[in-house]
């Protein structure tokens, strides 16, 4: 174990809805501690509203972080630290994972809880309580695929971190959100920091939200009792601090009725006509297709099936960018990132119309944006920025590699010839392909045939370097 004394800083490693604002709370009121809020939330420098800290505004923090974290550490009196999630600055998680001096508090909350307890925050708009007479109930309706994904997030977040402690030789102290109301425990992570004073009182400043049981708070509670029925509790609880590694979740791959065909969906790519197709196999619709696996029903589908074959679709790196652009950065609706996109806009200069693109937005502008967001890529991709990589542009050999630690792909079959592709995949299970629904209208204001150029190709050659060197691709034409 670390040695207490050794520490200059400390980190909180948590997640929305896990009790972190609880603990910062209480670790404020400890003389010679200062938790400084969400440091490097990619919205916000601290707390929402706020965007600046220790005179580093959120502009000079995006273009290097160790500023503000220098600044913190020297400016705080004591022992600074603050508040990290998953989806912050991974740039702030590599240094401070790499720093023995500074503390690693990890704080978990069984999943289930904490995914109902979000949906309900993000219903009712209340996220901290003082006053239980304020407080705003709701029940929400629980999403077995949105669950899957909130899981595997939660889990890889975890792994990760138990994974770079190992190889370093560090421990960090775990704390569950029940052990924040403990000030026994509490007087415990005073000790592993090193902090002489002691608490006499947990804060009773935050009031609990939503004390009721799940049952109370979960308006189609049979339905979740049953999807969470395949996980095993330890998928419930306390996985990051307990559960052996595993590779990656596989809740979104899809299997044939009846075919014994796996399907491995890369965002971005024709991921619905590849299902029309899958299910046409066996002469059914889409909804006849098997989701939602789990490591063990994944495997037991493997056992129960043989001769089975996995495959995946991968797609132009240009023409995969220019989706996800259309879909989740350009417009403002349903299936857009509004965060990542007013960071886009305010932090790295990407000239999105602040609005939903109207009629001055023509091809020119569209062409500008596009051109920007494949120069964020770049950053993004390599490390460099405070956004997450999201599923929509992650580069398509990162996600094979990911898959192909569960599952390895028998086939990887091209976007741009799906259709000899597939009845090749077909023949190998000796079945007859059916007819390949027509592709997809391509989507957005202007497409991609309209503003590609040199210059576009090689911004996204720039971003997308390992794929069109891997997956053999050359310049993009319609």
């Known amino acids: 174990m670390c040695a207490a004394a050794s520490f200059d800083s400390f980190v909180v490693l948590a997640e929305m809805r896990t009790g972190s604002n609880f603990l910062e709370e209480n670790l404020n009121a400890v003389p010679g501690l200062a938790c400084h809020g969400e440091a490097f939330n990619p919205h916000f420098v601290g707390h929402k509203g706020r965007h600046a800290l220790f005179g580093v505004d959120q502009a000079a923090r995006d273009r290097d972080p160790g500023r503000l974290l220098d600044a913190m550490r020297r400016e705080s009196p004591g022992l600074a630290g603050f508040r990290f999630f998953h989806d912050h600055d991974p740039r702030v998680l590599a240094r401070v994972l790499d720093d023995r001096r500074c503390a690693k508090i990890v704080l978990t909350r069984n999943p289930a809880d904490s995914y109902v307890s979000r949906k309900i925050a993000g219903e009712t708009g209340q996220w901290r309580l003082t006053d239980a007479t304020h407080a705003r109930r709701a029940r929400v309706r629980f999403d077995a695929a949105e669950f899957a994904e909130y899981l595997d997030r939660l889990q890889g977040f975890q792994l990760r971190l138990l994974r770079a402690l190992q190889t370093s030789g560090q421990t960090a102290f775990h704390l569950a959100y029940e052990d924040i109301g403990d000030v026994a425990v509490l007087n415990g992570l005073l000790r592993f920091l090193g902090v002489a004073a002691r608490l006499e009182t947990v804060s009773d400043r935050l009031k609990k939200q939503n004390p009721e049981p799940l049952s109370a708070k979960v308006v189609n509670f049979a339905e979740m009792e049953a999807a969470l029925g395949p ?248």
């Open 231 to 478: 996980l095993d509790r330890f998928d419930l609880s306390r996985t990051p601090c307990f559960e052996p590694r595993r590779g990656p979740a596989v809740p979104g791959h899809v299997a044939a009725p009846e075919s014994p065909l796996l399907f491995l969906p890369i965002r971005g790519g024709p991921v619905a006509r590849v299902e029309a197709w899958l299910a046409a196999l066996d002469g059914t619709g889409t909804d006849a297709l098997r989701r939602g696996f789990t490591q063990k029903t994944l495997r037991q589908w493997q056992r129960q099936t043989p001769g089975h074959r996995a495959f995946s679709v991968v797609s132009h790196p240009l023409r995969r960018a220019h989706a996800a652009f259309v879909a989740h950065i350009l417009p403002t609706g349903p299936g857009s990132f509004p965060v990542i996109r007013t960071a886009l806009r305010d932090s790295y200069g990407v000239p999105l119309p602040e609005a939903a693109p109207g009629p001055a937005f023509d091809a020119a502008a569209h062409r500008e944006a596009f051109l920007g967001f494949l120069r964020f890529l770049k950053g993004n991709l390599a490390g460099q920025t405070g956004l997450r990589v999201d599923a929509s542009w992650a580069s398509q050999t990162r996600v094979i590699e990911g898959f192909a630690e569960t599952v390895l792909p028998d086939m990887v079959l091209r976007a741009e010839r799906l259709e000899a592709d597939l009845a090749m995949l077909a023949a190998q299970v000796g079945a007859t392909a059916p007819a390949l629904p027509p592709p997809e209208t391509e989507d957005g204001p202007v497409p991609l045939s309209a503003i590609c150029d040199a210059e576009i190709e090689a911004a996204a050659r720039d971003a997308y370097a390992r794929d069109y060197e891997r997956l053999g691709y050359g310049a993009w034409s319609v």
